[in-house]
Each structure stands twice: as structure tokens, then as C-alpha cells.
């Protein structure tokens, strides 16, 4: 026996109030991002020897590699995905959200938004988003940062709450996909968290403000990591909801395996923490038995995003056919390429492509050790989290927007181009850094105020410059279509787009789909996974703290 969910039974009661807060967050959101990636092409001159610094209003690279990285990496994907994992489970489980304590998280995150804004516009900060000690930022900044989770985590409990409330209320029933989705990745974040907030609550926190003598590299490093991997999962788990659920059905089809979408997420809550290590890889002070367990369960997160190529594949190809696509390859070019959302959302999987490929290549210790620290990086991570997370929410947004504010798609051929040059721009500064990175470029380093360069490569350097340009057009695009929608006037309810949540079957009688659903003894087994992986590293780096970063004055 199957049921059928997903289908929202018209707008609920309360939808209104639900969609207030949602576009609160994900306004902020795209302004961090618009802001963020505005440094973004001074960036990609630096990496072309063309040093603009001092003429651009950041002081220095450091200063504008900061706030692009944190303003991009850690506020636009934290509001954006706190806006929508609270908003999509609510709306199809229609259950009443406590609206109050949402909007107090919200309050909170805006409050850690301008400590870190003071900081970092002030240049009190420039420490990047990884803010490895002993580089040590005024006090704001890490508090700032605390409170974005903190908020975030506020809501976390929320969603995870809506979901009890409802499997209490429907005794015996599956949770239906999105909600289950949304859950998982919920309480991925709460785990992920963990070392962040610790590093930041326990050492880095009292030790900016003076009441420690010093702090131990090691051991803030390692936290950071422990969080850092998982991190880049919260980031592109909202996307694969969307490329799960939304996008079949956006391009005339429907997901083709509602129990294959659930493995992926379990395998993400089970295997994404225990892998932090393969940042650490040249790390002095961690043995290498402990670094090789990890390259092992590296290699165990690998299959859910394959098995996500391979079933939104498939889902795509049954929109493709009942478009008329015929062939092997006719289905691709028989979706709607005319609706920005769906164009934008399978450029960034073409992208995202190469970024997982990357990926796998870095996953084995000897490649990450003769790239790691260069320009190699962050072309990897360009063409995932500036793909499969930012295109997709950009393409998200373009139904999105006009969905919470009730208003209309403005400039819905601009929206188009905007995917297009998005997608071309981030592939380009992807090829280009990975191939200067092959070089020896080093990555987060002022090598345009270098005299003489010694990274003079030309075709990579101009490849990786040029792309820099081709983005800020896209953000440009991206720009007037938003405040465009924003500021016309209020549509028909007709012309307002829905949640477009596919009719996705679900094996309800199935005993996997059952036991993949108890998701409190799931949430205990990646604990007890994690603290037999994590746990005996940091007793030891607990045990031998070497706090050997004097504590000096900012
Ligand atoms: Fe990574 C470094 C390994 C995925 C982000 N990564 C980074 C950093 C960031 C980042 C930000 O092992 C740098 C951090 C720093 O500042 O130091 N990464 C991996 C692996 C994966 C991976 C194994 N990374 C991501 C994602 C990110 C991200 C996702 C952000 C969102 N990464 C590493 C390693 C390092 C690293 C090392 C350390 C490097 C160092 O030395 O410091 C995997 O999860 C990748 C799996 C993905 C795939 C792709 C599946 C493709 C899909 C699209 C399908 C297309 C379709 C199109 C359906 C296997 C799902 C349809 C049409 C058709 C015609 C088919
Ligand atoms: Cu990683």
C-alpha cells in the first residue's frame, strides 16, 4: 500500500503569518548574499595579479576575503536555510508553529548580524570565516556569529517539535518527505554544531575577551573542523530537497523514488560529522591513524550524493519525456529552460557535477596533500557551495519571492540569463583556481600585492578574472529581478505561485521506510557513530591542552 503526500490542501489558516517570517529570513539572506559576493570580483583580480585593494572599500585582501567568506559561507546559507526548513515542513505537515518563538530567533540572528558586521566592516576581524587562533578578532565577531546559530538552533527545536506533535497526532503514519527531510537535516545541524559552539562558548569567546591566558591551536582547529565538514551539507541539503521534490514537478514530472530520497538523508545524518579530518590533512600533532579512519568514512558520504545524481536524474527524465523529449538525450533539452527556477536549479547540478568529482579526488589523502592550501580549494568549493547552494536557492528564489510576498516574477527573462551567466561565472573561477591551484598558487593570499608575482600563469589567472566579472553581471541581474518583484504591485491570487510539492507516493507498509522513519534512534546511533570516531581524539586533545598562543591585546 502507498499514500500520496505532499499536496497541500490549499493555504492553511495560518499561512499568512508563516510566510511573514520566512521572507524575513530569506530576505536577509539574499541581502548577506548580495553584499557578500559584491567583494567577490576583487577576489578574482587578486588571483589575476591585479591588486585593487585600497581602492575598493576593504583595506585589505584579508578584510574582504572575510566578509565575502562569512557574509557567503556562514549568514546567507544560515538564514536562507532557517527560513526554509522551518516554512516547507510547516506548510505540508499543516500544523501551527509557535510564530512568537520564531521570530525571537530571528531577532537573535539579526543582533549576531551586526556584532559581526561591526567587527568585520570595521576591520576589527579580518580573521576569515575559518578564524583559525592564535588570529584573533574583536569579541562582536565570535559573539555575533554564536548567536546566528544560537537562533538558528531555536528553530531547529521548533521543526523537530512540529514533527513529534504530528506523528503523536497521525499514530502509524509515515512522516511525510519534505518534513522528514527538513528534520534530518535539522538534527544534522544541531550535531554539526556542536564543535562550534564549544570552541566558541568554552575558549575562543573568554579568550577574546582577556579572561584566558591563551589558547590551544590544535584543539580550536580541530573543533572547527569537526563542525566545517558537516557544515557544507547543511548548506547544500536544502537544495537537494528542492532538487528532490520541487524540481520534477516543476518540469512536468515527479520524483520517481520516494525511498531512495529518504536513504540519502539518513546517510547524511549517520555518516557527514565523523569526516572533518581530511581538513586537517597536513595538521602537525594529530597522528596519522586517526586522519586515515577519517579519509575512510570520507568515502561513505560519497554514495548518498550519487545516488541524489542518479534518482533526480531519472525524475528529470520523466518530465523531459512527458514534454515530448524523445532519445537518449532529448528528454534534457524537452524541460521548460524558459522558467528560471528550472534552468538555474539543473545548470547548478551540471556544475555541481564537476564539484563532487573534485571532491572525490580530494577525499583520498595524497591528492588533498599535494593541493591542499593552494588555489585548488576553493575551486572546489566555488563550483559546490556557490553552485548546488547558491544557484539552486537564486533558482529556488525566482518562485520563492513571489510565492511570500504575493506578487509577480518581475523581468522573468533577465531571471533566466541571470542562472545562465551565474552558472557559467562560478564554472569559470572554479576551472580557473583548481588549474592555478595545480600550479602552486597559494589559496588565501594577498598575491597581488606580491612584487614581483611568482604565480604568473595567464590563461588560468585571466580564466579566473574574467569569470570574477561574469558574476558580478549575474548578481546584477539577479538584483533587479528581486527588487523588481519586491516592488510591483500585488498579483491575482491565480497569478501567485504555489509550494510546488509533487504527488510523491510513499511505501508506507514498507518495513525500511518504517524503520528509516524512527528518526530518535537514528539521532542515537550517528551520536554514538560520532563519539566513537571523534571521542577518543579530542580526550586526548582535551587532556594535553597546550595553550601556547600568547593572549595579546587585539
Ligand atoms: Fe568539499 C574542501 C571533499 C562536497 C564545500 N569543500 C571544501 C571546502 C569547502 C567545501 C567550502 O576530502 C573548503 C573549506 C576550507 O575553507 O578549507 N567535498 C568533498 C567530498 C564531497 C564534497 C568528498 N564540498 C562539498 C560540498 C560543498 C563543499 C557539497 C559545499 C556545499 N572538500 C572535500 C575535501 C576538502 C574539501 C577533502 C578538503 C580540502 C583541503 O585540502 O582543505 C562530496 O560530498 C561530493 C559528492 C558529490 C557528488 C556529485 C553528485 C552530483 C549531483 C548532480 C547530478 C546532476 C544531475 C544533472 C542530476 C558525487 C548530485 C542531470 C543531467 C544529466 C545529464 C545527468
Ligand atoms: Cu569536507
Known amino acids: 500500500m502507498s499514500a500520496i503526500t505532499g499536496a497541500v490542501p490549499g493555504e492553511a489558516a495560518d499561512s499568512g503569518s508563516l510566510k511573514a517570517p520566512a521572507l524575513a529570513f530569506i530576505l536577509v539572506a539574499f541581502a548577506a548574499m548580495v553584499v557578500g559576493s559584491a567583494f567577490g570580483p576583487s577576489q578574482a583580480l587578486n588571483y589575476a595579479n591585479i591588486n585593487v585593494y585600497g581602492s575598493v572599500p576593504t583595506s585589505s585582501y584579508y578584510q574582504g576575503l572575510t566578509i565575502h567568506g562569512v557574509l557567503n559561507g556562514l549568514v546567507f546559507t544560515t538564514f536562507f536555510n532557517t527560513g526554509v526548513l522551518f516554512y516547507f515542513p510547516a506548510r505540508e505537515l499543516n500544523v501551527r508553529v509557535n ?48 548567536l546566528v546559530v544560537v537562533g538558528s538552533l531555536m528553530v531547529a527545536a521548533e521543526t523537530i517539535r512540529q514533527r513529534a506533535d504530528w506523528k503523536r497526532r497521525n499514530p502509524g503514519r509515515i512522516t511525510p518527505l519534505v518534513a522528514y527531510m527538513s528534520t534530518t537535516v535539522w538534527i544534522l545541524w544541531a550535531l554539526t554544531t556542536i564543535g562550534i559552539v564549544s570552541e566558541l562558548l568554552f ?38 530537497i528542492s532538487w528532490y521534490v520541487f524540481l520534477p514537478h516543476e518540469a512536468g514530472g515527479h520524483l520517481i523514488s520516494d525511498t531512495l530520497a529518504r536513504l540519502a538523508f539518513l546517510m547524511f545524518l549517520l555518516f557527514s560529522v565523523e569526516v572533518g579530518l581530511h581538513h586537517e590533512t597536513t595538521a602537525p600533532g594529530i597522528a596519522m591513524g586517526w586522519k586515515m579512519e577519517q579519509m575512510f568514512f570520507t568515502f561513505f558520504i560519497i554514495p548518498p550524493s550519487l545516488m541524489t545524481a542518479f534518482t533526480v536524474a531519472a525524475s528529470l527524465e520523466t518530465a523531459g519525456h512527458a514534454r515530448g523529449g524523445r532519445g537518449w538525450f532529448g528528454w534534457l533539452g524537452a524541460l521548460p529552460w524558459d522558467n528560471p527556477s528550472v534552468a538555474g536549479q539543473v545548470l547548478a547540478m551540471f556544475t555541481f557535477i564537476l564539484g563532487g568529482a573534485t571532491g572525490i579526488l580530494l577525499a583520498s589523502m595524497p591528492n588533498d596533500a599535494m593541493v ?3 588555489a585548488f580549494i576553493p575551486g572546489h568549493f566555488h563550483i559546490t557551495v556557490g553552485t548546488a547552494t547558491a544557484l539552486t536557492f537564486i533558482a529556488m528564489s525566482y518562485w520563492l519571492i513571489p510565492h511570500l510576498s504575493g506578487r509577480k516574477l518581475y523581468a522573468k527573462k533577465v531571471a533566466v540569463v541571470s542562472v545562465w551567466l551565474w552558472a557559467a561565472g562560478m564554472m569559470g573561477i572554479g576551472v580557473g583556481l583548481m588549474w592555478q591551484g595545480l600550479y602552486g598558487t597559494p589559496r588565501r593570499d594577498w598575491i597581488s600585492a606580491l612584487s614581483p608575482d611568482p604565480f604568473v600563469h595567464p590563461i588560468p589567472m585571466a580564466i579566473t578574472a574574467a569569470s570574477g566579472l561574469v558574476l558580478l553581471v549575474a548578481l546584477l541581474c539577479f538584483l533587479l529581478v528581486t527588487i523588481g518583484t519586491l516592488l510591483s504591485p500585488r498579483a491575482q491570487a491565480a ?17 525500511w521506510v518504517r524503520l528509516m522513519d524512527r528518526l530518535g534512534l537514528w539521532t542515537l546511533v550517528a551520536f554514538l557513530l560520532i563519539a566513537v570516531v571523534y571521542g577518543p581524539l579530542f580526550w586526548v ?8 598562543a600568547p593572549n595579546t591585546a587585539y
Open 541 to 548: 586533545l582535551l587532556t594535553h591542552q597546550i595553550p601556547i
Open 99 to 146: 510564530l512568537g518563538w520564531v521570530w525571537l530567533a530571528f531577532a537573535i540572528m539579526i543582533l549576531g548580524l551586526a556584532f559581526t558586521l561591526s567587527a568585520t566592516l570595521t576591520n576589527n576581524a579580518s580573521v576569515l570565516y575559518t578564524f583559525y587562533t592564535p588570529l584573533k578578532a574583536t569579541w562582536p565577531f565570535y559573539v555575533g556569529l554564536a
Open 495 to 511: 497569478d501567485v505561485p504555489a509550494i510546488p510539492f509533487g504527488n510523491v507516493a510513499i511505501a508506507e507498509t514498507s518495513r
Open 372 to 374: 591542499h592550501d593552494t
Open 203 to 240: 575558549w575562543i569567546i573568554p579568550w577574546s575577551m582577556g579572561f584566558l591566558a591563551g589558547i590551544d591551536p590544535l584543539l580550536t582547529f580541530t573543533l572547527f573542523w569537526y563542525t566545517g565538514h558537516a557544515i557544507v551539507y547543511f548548506w547544500v541539503l536544502p537544495a537537494y
